[in-house]
């Protein structure tokens, strides 16, 4: 399993080793995110510290990428992608008051890129896109939405998790005759391992992302 977590970490620093001679397209992108499945809504049965049935969900997720794209041939190149994004929530259960959810995700991945009009060497045009990445992820829980307590001191109760992710999409760069590309993506981010609720694991974190930025 640990393995699995560091591939993407080694199939980045062996893309860039391979490619260190050619110059890549920097670009930079502003992500929303938009939980689905358990990462949306989930339910969990009573405790015996909460007798009654309890909920979490997320909202719209909000972050950056930073991405490096290095061209093969025409029709293919290579990506590093540096990537975070914050979510919050609301835990409720009949009875009880809300508590005040924060998912934090830190991703660095490899991905491959194949452009449908040879637009690999200037960034041009649609392409497809599927990679892995290493997730560090922080899941907050706290009884006030600062996740403080009122004299200061922290309250909050918080799990760190590191896990495998995968993501697969579609992207469009805009912008003819000119070396500045506006950038439009669309994909899917799913949680590959460390998701076993019944080892008590966080949910997969999985989520519909959608990115507007500019690629040089």
């Known amino acids: 399993m640990r393995a699995m977590r560091i591939f993407p970490l080694i199939l980045a620093l062996g893309a860039t080793t391979a490619l260190m001679a050619q110059e890549p397209h920097v670009g930079f992108g502003i992500n929303l995110g938009f939980p689905t499945g358990d990462f949306r809504n989930k339910t969990y049965p009573p405790t015996t510290g909460v007798l009654t049935q309890q909920t979490d969900g997320y909202d719209l997720g909000l972050g950056g990428q930073l991405t490096l794209s290095f061209p093969v041939d025409p029709t293919f190149a290579l990506r590093l992608n540096f990537n975070g994004m914050s979510t919050n929530g609301t ?15 830190f991703g660095i991945g490899g991905e491959m890129q194949l452009f449908l009009d040879q637009g690999a060497f200037r960034h041009k045009g649609t392409y497809l896109f599927v990679g892995a990445s290493a997730d560090f ?21 918080t799990t760190r998790k590191s896990r495998l992710g995968g993501s697969a999409g579609l992207g469009h760069s805009f912008g003819y005759g000119s070396a500045n590309r506006f950038t439009l993506e669309v994909a899917f981010h799913k949680t590959l391992s460390g998701n076993d609720l019944a080892k008590k694991e966080p949910p997969s974190a999985d989520f519909m992302k959608v990115s507007f930025g500019w690629v040089f």
């Open 137 to 157: 992820e922080r899941f907050d829980r706290s009884a006030n939405a600062n996740f403080e307590d009122w004299w200061g001191d922290a309250s909050t109760d």
């Open 91 to 105: 835990n409720t259960a009949s009875g009880y008051s809300d508590l005040h959810l924060k998912h934090e995700l």
